[in-house]
């Protein structure tokens, strides 16, 4: 048997807080906290108030592998998705069910949206200016150019993500 969805006001930060989580796959409080709460225990606990309206599901990362403690992050419910999509237009990717990530995988990915938060965090005081965030597969590409002595190589690759930062007047492509 399911449990209902509570019924809550969706203000504009929830929707920001779900289209994120849409982007990213899966946040962590201290993430959201940082973009978009003044604190890392404000964001825990509409995080919670969203999982109860079914707005995000709840994902428990182990804290090492193989141990038994685990930390909570979250992602975009089916729910949480429609909701974005009418208020945005966006089609942001939600969790299925059935979709299972190991303790790694989360640990990696919650590391590459830490980046994100650290560039972000930098963008809005000013210390750089964040040009470009790609981390989707099709946003990534598969492959570079890569030109040495006139020779052209294209070579594979499996990135995260492709960061282009302007730092004191210079455009870098990380």
């Not at 492709?162 to 455009?171: A, K, L, N, S, T």
């Amino acid at each position: 048997m399911t449990t209902p969805a509570k019924s809550i006001r969706v203000v504009e930060r929830d929707i920001e807080l779900l289209s994120i989580a849409g982007r990213f796959r899966f946040m962590s409080p201290r993430h959201l906290g940082a973009l978009l709460f003044p604190t890392e225990k404000a964001a825990a606990e509409r995080c919670r108030a969203l999982v109860g309206a079914k707005l995000l599901v709840e994902v428990f990362v182990p804290v090492r592998p193989y141990s038994k403690s685990a930390r909570t992050v979250y992602a975009l419910s089916a729910r949480g998705a429609r909701v974005v999509s009418e208020e945005l237009g966006e089609r942001p990717h939600h969790l299925s069910e059935s979709e299972r990530r190991s303790g790694l995988f989360l640990d990696h990915t919650l590391a590459r949206n830490m980046l994100y938060v650290v560039l972000e965090l930098l963008h809005r005081r000013g210390r750089l200016r964040l040009l470009s965030w790609r981390h989707a597969p099709d946003d990534v590409g598969l492959s570079a150019m890569i030109v040495e002595d006139g020779l052209q190589c294209r070579i594979p690759l499996v990135p995260d993500a492709v960061i282009v930062v302007r730092v004191d007047g210079v455009d870098e492509l990380l």
